[in-house]
T-cell receptor, first 114, second 113 residues
């Protein structure tokens, strides 16, 4: 998957606990994204980053925070997980080369909040 | 409201047959339209990206068409294979950045032998 590694691949946690998902890329792409995918919805953007320490909110950012201290790593944190955050989370990367940016996705993290 | 609607929701075809998936959108402004293939348990993989001025783009046995006037797109799969079984997602963007993508819910295609 285009040099993108998401970890963990599966996680089960309890309501109220903090959770951090990691996305690691080896492509040196500038832009990184976190999406969630739920039944009955298209993928929805949570947060994105356009460089080290530069992040911004997406469509469904409530309850999530992100950090990017290195080009290759983008972390998604659920400060206090809720059952509504049970989902499949995808990281994506892209690079601006003129024209539409092509996104490359990781294999996803299946998160279950009980 | 910006929306991307795909039809049918699911489709079953025999191996070797052709099929066409539909996408209607109301995204404005419009910059480009993308089709992705998502295998079960994997992330989406880009098949085609079309800008306003393009009305056809092919990637092997996959051919996407775009009618920007009617705001419709289709993905045609020729001589289907078992490996084509996947979800196909139509995505419309209001700009060239990756931050303005509106995803459809996808069409689930099953190819049987």
């Amino acid at each position: 998957d285009a040099g993108i590694t998401q970890s963990p691949r599966h996680k089960v946690t309890e309501t109220g606990t903090p959770v951090t998902l990691r996305c690691h890329q080896t492509e040196n792409h500038r832009y990184m994204y976190w999406y969630r995918q739920d039944p009955g919805h298209g993928l929805r953007l949570i947060h994105y980053s356009y460089g080290v320490k530069d992040t911004d909110k997406g469509e469904v950012s409530d309850g999530y925070s992100v950090s990017r201290s290195k080009t290759e790593d983008f972390l998604l944190t659920l400060e206090s997980a809720t059952s509504s955050q049970t989902s499949v989370y995808f990281c994506a990367i892209s690079e601006s080369k003129g024209g539409p940016e092509k996104l490359f996705f990781g294999s996803g993290t299946q998160l279950s909040v009980l | 409201k910006n929306q991307v609607e795909q039809s049918p929701q699911s489709l079953i075809i025999l191996e070797g047959k052709n099929c066409t998936l539909q996408c209607n959108y109301t995204v404005s402004p419009f910059s480009n339209l993308r089709w992705y293939k998502q295998d079960t348990g994997r992330g989406p993989v880009s098949l085609t990206i079309m800008t306003f001025s393009e009305n056809t783009k092919s990637n092997g046995r996959y051919t996407a068409t775009l009618d920007a006037d009617t705001k419709q797109s289709s993905l045609h799969i020729t001589a289907s294979q078992l490996s084509d079984s996947a979800s196909y997602i139509c995505v419309v963007s209001a700009n060239q950045a990756g931050t303005a993508l509106i995803f459809g819910k996808g069409t689930t295609l099953s190819v049987s032998s």
